[in-house]
């Protein structure tokens, strides 16, 4: 080998070059993570593999052992209950970012469908998956491995199954895969109702009207990611999904039980375990924004695992995607002791610079004053 590739100093595009037709040779086979691992593949090709900076900052990462809180949204009807719910939220919107919610009035067997659904769409058979496999924004259902494929420095181990409501966002039952039509159909029905509860919760902590986050229509436009990650030969080596913070409102997470996601609390990587029937939230990037700082969207990020696979099913809450709408911190939470930390901007500014960036930059340096 080239004394200069061994040595890293090879010129940059060389090694972009060598990188992009790898990328593309896996692009092309449109079978995923999933399909290298039925191939029989027992080590990482090289575009999984993490950077040598990357490993190494890993080792020097702190960990903790926090436990993330946990709302009880049992007795929501009732106005004492209501209230300590709502201050339990704000506490958390405002330390956490990540909390979980139990009694959230979602039947299991919703949620164990949905996990189901999601399950048997990536393990159908290879050619009829094929079909699906596609980078196209627009499209309402659509299957692709690393959503950030060609931008990223590192590919993910994940292959997803997207479900856009964000340009149309009425929901017709026929446009979604029968192999998980009707289970996904009741999740996304139920998991709408709950969001639209915790906008109007999440504005009451804010401060803000009453209605404010709901009247937004917060909940409206909504992008359901159904990620399968395949048991990892080695995964030390790579991550499930590379650090981010999410280009949402709010984001309502289904997991099964095998665990792997982490966020950051107080700088070190903290676990969020999966709670049987309960569901993960985290305060998202727009929320960060229209709260002003309040609220913290926190960075997280999937570790790799030996065992699998791994079922998720993310639901981002992205608000009404017409391109004209702006977006800005909240009016009643700006005064001279808190100017706006954000500038006004356009949905379709926001989302030209989330489908440009690689997940891992930050989407919210690009809209501070
Ligand atoms: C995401 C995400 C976490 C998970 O899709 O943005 O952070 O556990 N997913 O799959
Ligand atoms: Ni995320």
Not at 35 to 56: K, T, Y
Not at 235 to 243: A, E, F, H, Q
Not at 327 to 350: C, M, N, W
Request: hydrophobic share 35%.
């Amino acid at each position: 080998m080239d004394e200069s590739v061994v040595k890293g100093t090879a010129t940059q595009s060389g090694v972009d070059d060598a990188r992009i037709k790898d990328l593309k040779a896996f692009d092309d086979t449109k079978a995923g993570v999933k399909g290298l691992i039925d191939a029989g593949v027992a080590s990482l090709p090289r575009i999984f593999i993490r950077p040598p900076d990357e490993l190494v900052e890993e080792l020097n990462l702190g960990y903790s052992q926090a436990e993330v809180p946990v709302i009880d949204l049992s007795g929501i009807e009732t106005d004492d209950q209501r209230k300590n719910i709502v201050d339990e939220l704000r506490q958390v919107s405002e330390e956490w970012g990540f909390f979980r919610v139990v009694n959230h009035g979602i039947p299991s067997s919703v949620l164990d469908g949905m996990i189901d659904g999601t399950c048997k769409f990536h393990e159908q058979d290879a050619e009829l998956k094929k079909e699906y496999y596609s980078r196209d924004q627009f499209q309402k259902v659509r299957y692709e491995s690393n959503i950030d494929l060609y931008r990223s420095r590192v590919a993910n181990w994940r292959d997803t199954m997207t479900i856009n409501l964000l340009y149309s966002n009425e929901v017709v039952p026929d446009e979604l895969p029968e192999i998980c039509r009707s289970s996904a159909m009741d999740y996304i029905n139920h998991v709408t109702k709950l969001a639209e509860t915790l906008f109007e919760l999440l504005s009451e902590a804010l401060g803000i009207k009453v209605d404010n986050l709901r009247a937004m229509e917060c909940a409206r436009g909504r992008t359901f990611v159904c990620h399968y990650y395949p048991a990892c030969p080695e995964p030390d080596l790579t991550l499930g999904v590379s650090r981010h913070t999410d280009p949402a409102f709010l984001t309502i997470l289904l997991q099964d039980h095998i665990g792997g996601l982490q966020f950051l609390h107080d700088n070190n990587w903290t676990d969020v375990p999966p709670i049987p029937g309960g569901l993960v939230v985290n305060i998202a990037d727009l929320l960060q924004i229209v709260s002003n700082d309040k609220f913290k969207s926190r960075e997280h990020r999937v570790i790799a695992n030996r065992i699998g696979p791994r079922i998720s099913v993310a639901c981002f809450f992205i608000g009404v995607a017409v391109p004209e709408k702006i977006y800005y911190p909240a009016k009643e939470l700006i005064s001279d002791e808190t100017p706006p930390v954000y500038r006004e901007f356009t949905v379709g500014e926001y989302m030209s610079n989330f489908f440009s960036r690689p997940i891992d930059k930050s989407g919210l340096d690009h809209f501070k004053i």
